[in-house]
């Protein structure tokens, strides 16, 4: 049985490769030792894989930004826009191309835009979205993927498997950049292109497998998206008779599209048994007998060790049909998601210690796996032993904690009176203008801020001094709020490493790594903490700072809260329980932070949920479930507080068209939206649907350095008057503003604020905006 790796993490063991990329980008690297850099990272991932005793070591699956991009420069599918970055060859290397089209380009005079970004499936990862036009051509166009397969294959002395998106998910995975067809439509064009790269990786480097990765066949599926996979595949095995394509499914079960992924003419099929362990019977009688299955059964999404014995359950009923050559055993999907080693981890306790596995240690499980089945018994009962432990742990099990959500009723979760009537209340009490201006709540997290925790963690700095230093930078943001004019003030969350992990690092029933760090997106990282037992508030986790802020103003000051399906989903969650469960009692300690926020005076509290969205099933049929307990967790957290008390949330990745009522039911009094780049579009569906609360749709685009013109936000205000009342408006960034730097925050925020006057001018005059 041949061990399989999907994917292996890529920013380095300590983040080597977000500091080269941007030391690059800040002009102190130069390119030579970006690409050092990036070569040492492959090599050494290369390296642990092949000690590990890998049979299929990927290559490829590293990216210097997102693999998406790195397909899309691949297939030559350059957006017009780029031309000139292309053509002025004395300045830019492809490398510069590249990182244009992921963070946009200015210079010379040039101010092209980036290309878009969103969530790749489920996950808190994300890809730079892919341009089509109706008349799109590819051709291969980068190199990137037969330079790195020729450097695998000399470093590790064997053929790897290099890696590629699927061209079926390739497409689905963008968008259409104009009206008038549908991107599936591209298949005929996009194949050839394929079937060119497959060749060519065959003949110049005698490559046996080829990863294809295909998760959109874990998803619900057109006629003719599934039609473009015959299609695709069928054209493949035709014209590249000679190479094994390995189809790879993941994050969902392959469903309805079963038979369908069973019966392309491939060399092998991965799928998902994490995810979905109830597939594997119907696949064992689908797959025709000569196509390899391989079994994902290490959890990639995860850092739990693996339970050999649920592993072996399935292993074993795959062996019983279809004997061990043809079978593979692999992580879920790629590590990509998981951290990189838990050696690293000195400080954490023995006993929680023994139930993780980052991605070093999941290759390992591969090992084990494959002893255990050749008959090594004292690495199963090891585990079985560490499952024990965990099962039965003390630390993870709290009386109080499980009573009280068993004892949640529909009471907690909604609040004293209809929204119409808490409006009423609110406007009384609050007294703002129309289209009130507000932020989201960071502002620039900058090298002196994190270099000063950095400090204070060292055990550098004193409390004392850290608070102090906190406790000035956040006067000085009230300061300056006060008199650019924004009408709700923010604290600025300086204190802040993560609004996910700051509360972990507050809350029972959770741990943090020292150096967990997962990609996000580009260079950015984030360090998830792990829930591991029943979750609880040991004391109040943000009264202080926002106690502080408000003393510090005549104005209002908004508490800042991290919700609870929002922390469950950029958390390494428990998978003992559902995660409604975890959800519930994650629900219960933010209750008790905006319970203790009211008490201090805060009138206004944001619970921020932008990963809502992100964590909606991939299938349509799942959907229903989840968004019932999401916005029943959001609820409890939010429900217990007077009328007069307003309650904000705030969601990015604002894809929620299709959701818009359960966004509604979540009954916040505010929510702040992003809606700069789409120009509104997504307030038509807040419009259609009537929403009733009140709406801040993001004005200012805070992805881009860009500063937003007064005249473009006057324009974006109109619209989004037009759209819905105006007593319900308010005038916000799309999100947060910590990745951004001071200069062109202040002067982004100065606009903002007179777009916001003109707008109320016009009301005030009489001119219908
Ligand atoms: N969890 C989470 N997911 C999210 C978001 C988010 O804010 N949080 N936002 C959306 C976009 N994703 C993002 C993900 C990460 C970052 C981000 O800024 N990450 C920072 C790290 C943030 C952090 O944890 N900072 C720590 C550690 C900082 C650090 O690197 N310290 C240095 C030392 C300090 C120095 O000399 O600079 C070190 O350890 O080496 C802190 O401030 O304390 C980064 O990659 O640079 C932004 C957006 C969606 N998903
Ligand atoms: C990713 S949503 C961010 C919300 C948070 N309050 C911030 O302003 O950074
Ligand atoms: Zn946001």
């Not at 590819?138 to 998106?165: M, N």
Request: glycine share 4%; proline share 5%; hydrophobic share 45%.
């Amino acid at each position: 049985m041949l061990k399989n790796n999907l994917g292996y993490p890529r920013v380095g063991p300590r983040r080597e490769l977000k500091k080269a990329c941007e030391g690059y980008w800040a002009g102190t690297l130069s390119r030579q030792a970006l690409f050092l850099a990036a070569t040492q990272v492959r090599e050494a991932n290369l390296q642990l894989q092949k000690d590990a005793g890998i049979d299929l070591v990927p290559c490829n699956d590293f990216s210097l930004y997102d693999q998406v991009l790195d397909m899309s420069l691949l297939l030559g599918a350059i957006p017009e826009r780029y031309t000139p970055v292309v053509t002025d060859v004395a300045n830019n290397a492809e490398v510069d191309l590249y990182f244009a089209m992921a963070r946009g380009y200015q210079r010379d005079g040039l101010d092209i835009t980036a290309m878009e970004m969103t969530k790749w499936f489920d996950t808190n990862y994300h890809y730079i979205v892919p341009e089509f036009k109706k008349d799109q051509a590819f051709r291969i166009f980068s190199s990137k993927v037969f330079a790195e397969t020729g450097a695998a294959r000399h470093f590790l002395g064997k053929v790897p498997k290099p890696v590629l998106i699927g061209p079926v998910t390739y497409l689905l995975l963008g968008k259409e950049k104009e009206a008038g067809f549908d991107r599936i439509q591209l298949i005929q064009k996009l194949v050839p292109v394929y079937v060119d790269i497959l060749n060519k990786l065959q003949e110049d480097y005698q490559v046996e497998w080829v990863q294809l990765d295909e998760p959109f066949l874990a998803m619900d599926l057109t006629p003719a998206q599934q039609e473009a996979f015959r299609y695709a595949y069928a054209a493949i095995q035709k014209q590249c008779p000679h190479i094994k394509i390995l189809l790879t499914t993941y994050f969902d079960a392959l469903g309805d599209n079963a038979t369908l992924a069973a019966g392309l003419p491939v060399a092998g099929l991965h799928v998902d048994l994490v995810r979905a362990p109830q597939q594997l019977e119907l696949l064992l009688e689908l797959l025709p007998p000569h196509v390899v299955l391989s079994l994902g059964v290490i959890d990639g999404r995860n850092i739990w060790k693996n339970d050999f014995e649920r592993s072996l359950h399935l292993l074993d009923l795959a062996i019983k049909e279809r004997g061990r050559n043809n079978l593979m055993i692999a992580p879920s999907c790629s590590l990509l998601h998981t951290p990189f080693d838990l050696e690293a981890e000195t400080k954490l306790a023995g006993e929680v210690r023994n139930w993780m596995a980052f991605a070093k240690q999941k290759l390992q499980e591969l090992n084990d796996l494959q002893a255990i089945l050749e008959g090594n018994t004292s690495l199963l009962a090891a585990n079985r032993q560490a499952m024990e432990t965990r099962r039965t742990s003390a630390l993870i099990h709290n009386p109080q904690v499980k009573a009280r959500v068993a004892a949640l009723t529909e009471k907690d979760a909604t609040r004293h009176q209809p929204f119409a009537q808490r409006q009423i209340t609110q406007h009384a009490r609050f007294q703002l203008p129309l289209f009130p201006t507000t932020t989201i709540g960071s502002f620039p997290q900058t090298a002196d801020i994190r270099q000063l925790r950095a400090r204070w963690k060292k055990g550098a700095l004193t409390q004392a001094q850290y608070e102090d230093a906190l406790e000035k930078a956040t006067v000085d943001l009230i300061r300056w709020q006060e008199v650019c004019g924004l009408d709700v003030l923010v604290h600025g969350e300086f204190e802040r490493n993560d609004m996910v992990e700051y509360f972990g690092e507050q809350l029972q029933g959770f741990l943090f790594t020292s150096n967990g760090w997962v990609q996000s997106y580009g260079s950015r990282c984030v360090k998830p903490p792990v829930i591991f037992g029943d979750v609880w508030r040991p004391a109040d986790m943000t009264v202080r700072w926002s106690r502080f802020a408000q003393a510090h103003t005549e104005k209002w000051m908004k508490g800042m809260l991290t919700g609870p399906v929002t922390i469950l989903q950029w958390s390494f969650v428990r998978d003992d329980q559902p995660r409604s469960v975890t959800a519930n009692q994650l629900a219960l300690a933010i209750r008790d932070e905006v319970a203790a926020l009211e008490n201090a005076g805060i009138a206004m509290i944001q619970i921020d949920e932008p990963a809502i969205r992100e964590g909606l099933p991939l299938r349509r049929k799942d959907r229903a479930m989840y968004l019932d307990w999401a916005v029943t967790a959001f609820r409890i957290s939010a429900s217990c507080v007077r009328d007069e008390t307003q309650i904000h949330t705030h969601m990015c990745y604002s894809e929620f068209n299709d959701i818009i009522a359960h966004i509604a039911a979540m009954d916040a009094d505010v929510i702040t939206i992003e809606t700069s780049r789409s120009q509104m579009e997504l307030l038509e569906a807040f419009a259609y649907f009537h929403y009733p609360n009140e709406i801040g749709p993001g004005v200012y685009d805070i992805h881009s350095p860009r500063v937003p013109s007064v005249a473009e936000m006057e324009v974006l205000l109109e619209k989004a008057a037009a759209l819905l009342p105006a007593k319900n408006i308010w005038v916000n960034p799309d999100c947060g503003l910590k990745t951004r730097n001071w200069p062109e925050t202040k002067a982004a925020l100065e606009n903002m604020v007179a777009a916001a006057k003109a707008a109320r001018e016009k009301v005030s005059t009489g001119i219908n905006v």
